[in-house]
T-cell receptor, first 115, second 114 residues
Framework: DAGITQSPRHKVTETGTPVTLRCHQT?????MYWYRQDPGHGLRLIHYSYGVKDTDKGEVSDGYSVSRSKTEDFLLTLESATSSQTSVYFCAISESVAGSYNEQFFGPGTRLTVL | AQSVTQLGSHVSVSEGALVLLRCNYSSSVPPYLFWYVQYPNQGLQLLLK??????LVKGINGFEAEFKKSETSFHLTKPSAHMSDAAEYFCAVSKPSGTYKYIFGTGTRLKVLA
């Protein structure tokens, strides 16, 4: 299994509070992604990173920010959590080497509940 | 723009029966295509991938998928369902270059009946 961990695995918070989710990898992969998974929507890309300090928005980035100060860590921050951000969040990694064909490896997920 | 459509959010099959999960895509360039499986309370695991080397792709756990350009399809099949196949399955499309972002389908939950 790819070395990807997410923390926390479960979190309950209140509306208006800031929340930071962490994704940590031991594979030294260049690309990292944050998705949210909601029933009926599959996985939707929030933000992604293509290198240290290089990040860009995905399709559902409103209300989220990210940071990547080291290759191994990709942080997702909800500045002021809302109930609509209740979801399961997945981190993924990939590398652009010959033969990888863009395959992404996924972490175990973080279940976030915003009350 | 790329997109993926998975027909059928829920599919039920009897144990031992054929599994067919449908995926249609749209892409302006020849895509890479993927099928992932998600077991309850777990992350996603790659089943198989199409990268233009062969149109019939074999994956893990007895699954395979056939890329049909004329039909813009990449349906997932397994000849004989097993109870352990009960899970949610996601189809995804990616461009072969650039930032390697995926576009996922909305998923199909497979139920296997005894």
């Amino acid at each position: 299994d790819a070395g990807i961990t997410q923390s926390p695995r479960h979190k309950v918070t209140e509306t208006g509070t800031p929340v930071t989710l962490r994704c940590h990898q031991t594979e030294n992969h260049r690309y990292m992604y944050w998705y949210r998974q909601d029933p009926g929507h599959g996985l939707r890309l929030i933000h992604y990173s293509y290198g240290v300090k290089d990040t860009d928005k995905g399709e559902v980035s409103d209300g989220y920010s990210v940071s990547r100060s080291k290759t191994e860590d990709f942080l997702l921050t909800l500045e002021s959590a809302t109930s609509s951000q209740t979801s399961v969040y997945f981190c993924a990694i990939s590398e652009s080497v010959a033969g990888s064909y863009n395959e992404q490896f996924f972490g175990p997920g973080t279940r976030l509940t915003v009350l | 723009a790329q997109s993926v459509t998975q027909l059928g959010s829920h599919v039920s099959v009897s144990e031992g029966a054929l599994v067919l999960l449908r995926c249609n895509y749209s892409s302006s360039v020849p895509p890479y295509l993927f099928w992932y499986v998600q077991y309850p309370n777990q992350g996603l695991q790659l089943l198989l991938k199409y990268t233009s080397a062969a149109t019939l792709v074999k994956g893990i756990n007895g699954f395979e998928a056939e890329f049909k350009k004329s039909e813009t399809s990449f349906h997932l099949t397994k000849p004989s369902a097993h109870m352990s196949d009960a899970a949610e399955y996601f189809c995804a499309v990616s461009k072969p270059s650039g930032t390697y972002k995926y576009i996922f389908g909305t998923g199909t939950r497979l139920k296997v009946l005894a």
